[in-house]
T-cell receptor, first 114, second 114 residues
Framework: KAGVTQTPRYLIKTRGQQVTLSCSPI?????VSWYQQTPGQGLQFLFE???????NKGNFPGRFSGRQFSNSRSEMNVSTLELGDSALYLC?????????????FGSGTRLTVV | AQSVTQLGSHVSVSEGALVLLRCNYS??????LFWYVQYPNQGLQLLLK??????LVKGINGFEAEFKKSETSFHLTKPSAHMSDAAEYFC????????????FGQGTRLTINP
């Protein structure tokens, strides 16, 4: 079956702009999580959505937001981009077993802010 | 709060040699523990997970890990390294109950020498 699909794979944006990243989970998965990966901070949890509701949120400023649609696809939005937002953004989905069944990650969207 | 420490940001072994990647965790309650691998320009792939069943966990590609509660460790091993094992490896922890999120270690880059 198809894996987790993230689009686009690469993005270049200018400081102050906003960006929207998309994630399509594995069919049947209702939980979608987002992580930011940078060389300095490593992998950090952004938020998790389940059945269109945000269940958990990490320690990121309000400029980072997300949503989930009825088909479980998720988007994350970053407004007023800063240079420090340059990162690989990873999306992961899981089935009804949640963490027990393990997360499946997408290949990520690499965002570069110039 | 839970945390993960991976000892050694870079490990280098010869092809055919034992691979040992160290992970220690901190958690006030029983955790779930995971090892993920990341190849260049890709997302994270689950190698194996401990979810409070058997303490010796076997994963994909010949890797295994042992949960040792007394040592708060979950080290990853493979008896014989292959060139294809060269990648970055991440240990992660999450609580059995609570937020469905992973807390990652800083990663260990594994290099295989021919």
């Amino acid at each position: 079956k198809a894996g987790v699909t993230q689009t686009p794979r690469y993005l270049i944006k200018t400081r102050g702009q906003q960006v929207t990243l998309s994630c399509s989970p594995i069919s049947g998965h209702r939980s979608v999580s987002w992580y930011q990966q940078t060389p300095g901070q490593g992998l950090q949890f952004l938020f998790e959505y389940f059945s269109e509701t945000q269940r958990n949120k990490g320690n990121f400023p309000g400029r980072f937001s997300g949503r989930q649609f009825s088909n479980s696809r998720s988007e994350m939005n970053v407004s007023t981009l800063e240079l420090g937002d340059s990162a690989l953004y990873l999306c992961a989905s899981s089935g009804t077993g949640g963490l027990v069944s393990g997360y499946t990650f997408g290949s990520g969207t690499r965002l570069t802010v110039v | 709060a839970q945390s993960v420490t991976q000892l050694g940001s870079h490990v280098s072994v010869s092809e055919g040699a034992l691979v040992l990647l160290r992970c220690n965790y901190s958690s006030s309650v029983p955790p779930y523990l995971f090892w993920y691998v990341q190849y260049p320009n890709q997302g994270l792939q689950l190698l194996l997970k401990y979810t409070s069943a058997a303490t010796l966990v076997k994963g994909i590609n010949g890797f295994e890990a042992e949960f040792k509660k007394s040592e708060t460790s979950f080290h990853l091993t493979k008896p014989s390294a292959h060139m294809s094992d060269a990648a970055e490896y991440f240990c992660a922890v999450s609580l059995i109950q609570g937020a469905q999120k992973l807390v990652f270690g800083q990663g260990t880059r594994l290099t295989i020498n021919p």
